[in-house]
């Protein structure tokens, strides 16, 4: 079996009501909108992950300023020669505040847009669940860090 593991930081920026998301591409051309942030790579941080790809996918400079939680998602798949595969995701969510920048779109990354949303208008877009996460760890601030829309294992 194949198994394969993704470190990612993802940014939670809410800021006079409204978050910041940024709009992901999927590889059939479905759009949804996601937390931004993205994959760490080898011997970085997390903070600098998070800040780097904020800055990325939506021009803006921040500063991470808590620790939010962490989630953890498992998919299986069947690869084309037929060896199943085992992927797993380990998701790093800051909450961090804009400190500088300007808001643009990424160009020629995995994201097309970035935009702020009123807070009670999220739950009617065409998102990933990352966001519903990400927004339940901000309103919550569980002591252990996981929103009770990822504790779907056995402990």
Do not use: F
Not at 38 to 44: I, N, P, S, T
Not at 112 to 133: C, G, Q, Y
Request: charged share 25%; glycine share 10%; net charge negative.
């Amino acid at each position: 079996m194949q198994q394969e593991l993704r470190v990612a930081a993802y940014a939670v920026c809410v800021r006079d009501g409204e978050m910041l998301l940024a709009r992901w591409v999927a590889k059939d051309g479905v759009k949804r909108w996601t937390l931004p942030g993205g994959g760490m790579d080898h011997g970085e941080e997390p903070v600098h992950t998070v800040v780097r790809e904020v800055e990325e996918e939506t021009g803006y400079l921040t500063e991470p300023t808590a620790l939010l939680g962490i989630d953890s998602i498992r998919r299986s798949w069947i690869s084309r020669l037929g060896v199943p595969g085992d992927w797993q995701g380990l998701r790093i969510l800051y909450e961090a505040r804009i400190t500088g920048g300007a808001l643009r779109n990424e160009e020629g990354g995995s994201t097309d847009l970035a935009a702020w949303h009123p807070l009670d208008s999220v739950p009617s877009l065409a998102r990933v669940e990352l966001v519903d996460i990400g927004l339940q760890l901000w309103r919550d601030r569980p002591s252990l860090g996981r929103s009770h829309l990822t504790q779907h294992d056995n402990l």
